[in-house]
Antibody, heavy 126, light 107 residues
């Protein structure tokens, strides 16, 4: 059974760096075809993808936030860490991590987020 | 960036009615389109993967169709527990993007 859980500060000050940890079980990030992503959702708004890391340490970032984001994995701890620098009140949101799965269908690869953590709400205020 | 446009934004529906939600992509994405259900104070749950395949455990009243730029999520015979916001999501290319969501309310 795959589970993911986000952890980190609930309140950060403007200009500070946010560090969030996704601790997961039921899979290994050293297994081929596996990834973990981060998605956020401001209160009352839509989902926004932030970053993604794969089993082979390949990484992808949202272009609009790339300069502020770093994603890294610790396979031995079953954790993925996301850091976001220079936090601003507009970054206030629920931050989710999600398991990224791969299906091969008729010779093509299809990736999707199948299971998500419960999310962690981050407030940005002085 | 591929923009996903969902319609309608909001729908108020009577139980047992049929619900159709549309997601249009700004460019062709094949079948790399997935649907999620999010209930209040909960995380998104995968309903449909790669356009038309139901995820494990999803009730059969949920179905998806489409390819290219036009996709549809259908809920046959809506139940009260289906009150939620539904999002489409494309994984064809980076950056990954989500639609703006469709809120389904039960009358």
């Amino acid at each position: 059974q795959i589970t993911l859980k986000e952890s980190g500060p609930t309140l950060v000050k403007p200009t500070q760096t946010l560090t969030l940890t996704c601790t997961f079980s039921g899979f290994s990030l050293s297994t081929s075809g596996v990834g973990v992503g981060w998605i956020r959702q401001p209160p009352g708004k839509a989902l926004e993808w932030l970053a993604l890391i794969y089993w082979d340490d390949n990484k992808h970032y949202s272009p609009s936030l790339k300069s502020r984001l770093t994603i890294a994995k610790d396979t031995s701890k079953n954790q993925v860490v996301l850091t976001m620098t220079n936090m601003d009140p507009v970054d206030a949101a629920t931050y989710y991590c999600a398991h990224r799965s791969l299906t091969m269908l008729q010779g093509s690869a299809y990736w999707y987020f199948d299971l998500w953590g419960r999310g962690t709400l981050v407030t940005v205020s002085s | 960036e591929i923009v996903l446009t969902q319609s309608p934004d909001f729908q108020s529906v009577t139980p047992k009615e049929k619900v159709t939600i549309t997601c249009r992509a700004s460019q062709s994405i094949g079948i790399s389109l997935h649907w999620y259900q999010q209930k209040p104070q909960q995380s998104p749950k995968l309903l449909i993967k790669y356009a038309s395949q139901s995820f494990s455990g999803v009730p059969s009243r949920f179905s998806g169709s489409g390819s290219g730029t036009h996709f549809t999520l259908t809920i046959n015979s809506l139940e009260a527990e289906d009150a939620a916001t539904y999002y489409c999501h494309q994984s064809n290319s980076f950056p990954l993007t989500f639609g703006g969501g469709t809120k389904v309310e039960i009358k």
